[in-house]
């Protein structure tokens, strides 16, 4: 097949460059080529110093994401049929500060996974000897949909919010704290919740909603930030009215 | 391999200066069509507090007598006025359909272990919506 | 939770009086807004003579109605237009006098309102 689309791809090295800029590559068209099947040609056949992650090709690592034609999306997940025959332009994902060419710096959102206390907290662990934790059909699907989150950052990349206010918590943090707090075997509710209810917690989300709609995983981060502020606000409100009974 | 020398080893130095940091923009709304969508959502509060002002001025002359009343009607039949109570009304239903479509999200309802669907939420609340209004309508009109 | 600075203390408070008034707003503002400001001025309806308008006034439940028609959905303006303030402008710096005027403002109205409110014969 002659057919070649044109890519547009932010190179940046931090030693040359004083700011990234675009730069074009002709890679063949594939009908079934994704994005990243067209980076890997160009590291292959055009250009081995372009730098980009990426691991398991099939949309669950969370590797990938990057801005293509200026929506968040995962390369491995994005068709070259659907921007064909114009110009796809990768840029690396916004919000996040650029290191090299289409690789960002997530370690702002590593600190914040780890501080929503993203995994199961109880007051006494069972031994295993006690036999396993129950748990019905019913009570997994109340928190499913949140413990879809492959942490891809895309969520954080579609936010405004956190565009503006990097201290901002962002999307996925707080939807995995959610997950975690609508499990029925968690006992951590009250601890998530003196971190959550800082300013830059979950009160400085507007409910823009683009999280959601970029989120490749159906996770919805912006419902489980509002269903958050929800149980917030009546913790808030039964605190006032009931001082005494706070755990 | 002492003490001193590992900890240089292993040491991350958090904020590099050669990272590039895009700066965001004080247009950053303009960029694309939802950013646009979002922040019209929320200017549409400006038209709900806009009118809370005149229903205040509205209820203030009713108290001061048929004259200052009558003068206020007048005012509200200005055409500067028509035009910016209907610009106010067209936000103000952009505000309510946009509510209705997302207060599902916050509210989740369970019915018998089942998540009561989105579309079910939306639709109670447009029919409560309808009911509502036409119970003042007739109120103030009959 | 008493460590924490005010603001941040008040915010749940602040988010419950916006979701009110947000309600409020969008179920009860478009046909006042449809009646009052368009339908009844552009003489599509019967008039609203003052007598009239009065004698529907009177009854202390349409003034409790037409205080938390006022006072709600200016909690809501107020919360929503901080927030715009600081995503839309970026003056966040500015917030203690943002908060000051959003919130200060829904107080007086609602203030106001009460006031009116109280005051008609």
Known sequence: MAETIQLEVTRYSPEHDAAPALQRFEVPYRKDWVVLDALNYIKDKLDGSLSYRWSCRMGICGSCGMMVNGEPKLTCATFLSHYAPGAVRVEPLRYFPVVRDLVIE???????????????????????????????????????QFSMCINCMLCYAACPV?????????????????????????????ERMDILSQHEGIWACTFVGECTKACPKNVDPAGAIQQYKLTAAKEWFKSLLVPWGAK | MTRHEAKGATQYTPYHPRWYRTRVSTYWWLW???????????????????????TLLQIHSLGRG?????????????????????????????????????????????????????????????VAWLGISAVVAWFILR | MAEEAPKKFLEPLFWTLFSAGGVVAALLMPVHIFLFGLALPLGWL???????????????????????FCSLPLFHWAHRFRYTLYDGLQIKHLNEVITVFCYGGAIIGTALAGYVLWSIP
Not at chain 1, 122 to 143: F, G, M, N, W
Not at chain 2, 34 to 44: H, I, T
Not at chain 3, 46 to 67: C, K, M, N, T, W
């Open chain 1, 106 to 144: 997530m370690t702002d959102f590593m600190v914040k996974l780890q501080k929503v206390k993203p995994w199961i907290i109880r007051k006494d662990e069972k031994s295993i000897a006690d036999a396993e934790y129950r748990q019905t059909p019913q009570q997994l699907d109340v928190y499913k």
């Open chain 1, 162 to 190: 956190y565009g503006l206010d990097p201290l901002f918590t962002g999307p996925a943090a707080i939807a995995l704290a959610q997950r975690y707090n609508m499990d029925s075997r968690d006992e951590g509710a009250r």
């Open chain 2, 32 to 54: 694309n069509w939802y950013y646009l969508k979002f922040v019209l959502r929320e200017l549409s509060s400006i038209f709900v507090a806009y009118f809370v002002v005149i």
């Open chain 2, 66 to 126: 048929p004259d200052a009343y009558v003068r206020f009607e007048e005012r509200m039949r200005n055409p500067l006025m028509i035009a910016l109570n209907a610009i106010s009304f067209l936000f103000v239903l952009f505000h309510t359909i946009t509510w209705f479509n997302l207060a599902p999200r916050a509210m989740v309802a369970h019915l018998g272990g089942k998540r009561v669907p989105d579309a079910l939420i939306a639709c109670s609340n447009y």
């Open chain 3, 46 to 68: 019967q008039d609203l003579s003052h007598g009239r308008a009065l004698a529907l006034i009177e009854h202390p439940l349409v003034r409790i109605y037409l205080f938390v």
